[in-house]
Structures are given as structure tokens and as C-alpha cells.
């Protein structure tokens, strides 16, 4: 009850909030000239409260540490940092004013809101409904990143584009799905495509796709992904041997069909591989290939481990993986 008491405070205290940002950066007299009518800018105070509100919301649901909404709104900086990324970014779009203007003004709103909060969200990004950035210390989020509804990012995540300088402009940072949770330390780079209901680790570094329904996590200083009845199987360990070899360690091995597949996670055609030999806990495998080593134009090769037709374990360039294989003799 004390909460929906004071929801009505706190959905007042944003619409004021968002006025008065707006009104801070954008005079009056220039939404005069604009022939932006008092109607107008209620509306689009309206439109932002909203995403404001459900952002709030979610967080107050699927965070235990939250409290009560007073609290939340008042207190987290990091609830701050989506706050101010709403009205940035509404400004940012805004066809009333003037390209230049409009994203001056939302660079200058997002500038000041990264020194008080340490999270740094482009105005240009598209985020969905329900966001939520929990602990934020050294999020960022680039200029083309688009997030689905229902995300939930800790710490430290990096949404970025795989270069430093000199990156081409153009979409150069992920498309990340509905419902994803991204773990502490974790960096997503370049223009991938991360699906729905996806679950990335702590501390993982994803720079190709990932299918829905998946879980991304180190392992031995091996990044795996999987989809969610892992319990199954465990593979922990794929080491390239002379001859074109390979050999898998885990557990629960006997019944496994394995197939190479690239960076698009497409299985590879021209590269076979077949079990010489395998038990609960090793496999044994040879790769053929079906043309010249120095033809394929495959970076990195993952290997995806397929059970029961329903389970399966993709290994994503596990110790150089398509390095090795591909200079093997």
C-alpha cells in the first residue's frame, strides 16, 4: 500500500524532473519558435514518464536489495543513469529541432549525467521497455547499440564497437534481444546479434552471434555457450593435436554428434569431423578437410556438441581453435 502511495509522488516528481531538464537546456522561448505548444510538451514529458516509470518499476521487482520506490528513485545512481537516457535520448530524436541542436543538447545531458553516475549510455542507443542497470560502474552502452525490452546489465558491461579508433561509421555495436542479462565485466563488440532470453556470464567477451535461448560462461579460461538444460553434458577442455586431431575432455561424452561451425554459428560444410574414438570422459576425433588449409577464410572455428537433438554445447574458438586447426600439419 505504502508503494502505491507512492507511486502517484514519484510519477509527479518525474514529470517534474523531466520538465525541468528540458526547460534547463531548451528555453521557452526556443519551443516557442519551434511552435511547440504547452500540449506538445506534456505529451512528450508523457511519452518519457512512462518508459521512466515501467524502468523503475522492473527494477523495484527483480532486484531483492531494491526497497521501497522512494528509495530506488532517489538513491540509485544507477536508476539515475537510465533516467537521464530517457530524456537524452527522446531530445535526441526529437524532428522539431534543428539535427545539430537536438544532438548537442543530448550529448550534453548524457556528458553530465556520466560524471555524477560512472555510466555512460549514448543518447543515439535504443533501448526497450523495462531496463535495468544494477551496481552501472562502468557500463557503457555505443551510439548503434540497440536493446531489446526486459534487459537487466550489471557492472562494467561494455556494449562497444570491436575497434578502437578509426571504427567506420555506420551499426558497429551489438543488437541485443529481448529478456537478456548480461553479467558484470562482460564485453559485447562489434555489430552482432545477440537473441532473446540469452544469459551471458560474468566477465565474458562475445564478438560473434549468439542464439537464443543460450548461456555464455567461462570455464577453465574457456568461453562455452550453452543452451539451458546443460546439466547433461560438461565439456571443459578441446586441445588441437598433430595430424589433424582433436581431443575433448568433459563428462558424459558417449553419445554426442559434433560439427564445426563459424563465427554466424553456420555449421561448416567443408570441414569434417569424425569420433576415432570416445568414453564418458574423452573423445578422440579426426578433421578432414574438403580443400586447400590456406583457402578457408574462417577466423575462428567453434565447435558445437549436439545431445538428444534438444541440448547442445557450442565451444567458441576454445584455445585459438581455428588457428590451430587451420596451421596444424
Known sequence: MED??????????????????????????????????SQLLDELIQEIAVYIEEDL???????????????????????????????????????????????????LMSERVKVETKIEIHPASQIGKR????????????ETAIIGDDCYILQGVIIGARGIAYNQPGKRHPTIGNNVQIGGGSRLLGPINIG??????????????IPRDTTVSISNQMQISYN?????ILIYGVIPKPNNQIEIYGKNLSDLTLHFIDEETN????????VLSRDEEKICAQVYYYKEKVNYPYKKINLKAVFDKQTEIVIMDAVGLGKNLLRSS
Open 4 to 37: 502505491n502511495n507512492n507511486l502517484q509522488y514519484i510519477t509527479r516528481s518525474i514529470k517534474e524532473q523531466i520538465r525541468e531538464c528540458i526547460n534547463i537546456y531548451i528555453p521557452r522561448n526556443e519551443w516557442d519558435a519551434l511552435k511547440m505548444s
Open 228 to 232: 539451458k538444460q546443460k546439466e547433461r
Open 196 to 209: 532473446d532470453n540469452v544469459i551471458i556470464n560474468p566477465n565474458c567477451v562475445v564478438t560473434s552471434n
Open 131 to 142: 531496463f535495468i542497470i544494477d551496481h552501472g560502474v562502468g557500463v557503457v552502452i555505443g
Open 267 to 274: 555449421i561448416i560444410d567443408d570441414i569434417d569431423i569424425e
Open 57 to 107: 518499476m522492473a527494477l523495484k521487482e527483480k532486484d531483492p536489495a531494491a526497497g521501497k520506490l522512494e528509495y530506488v528513485f532517489k538513491a540509485y545512481l544507477s536508476f539515475k543513469a537510465v533516467r537521464y537516457y530517457r530524456i537524452a535520448h527522446a531530445i535526441y530524436c526529437e524532428q522539431r529541432l534543428e539535427v545539430s541542436r537536438r544532438e548537442q543538447i543530448a550529448r
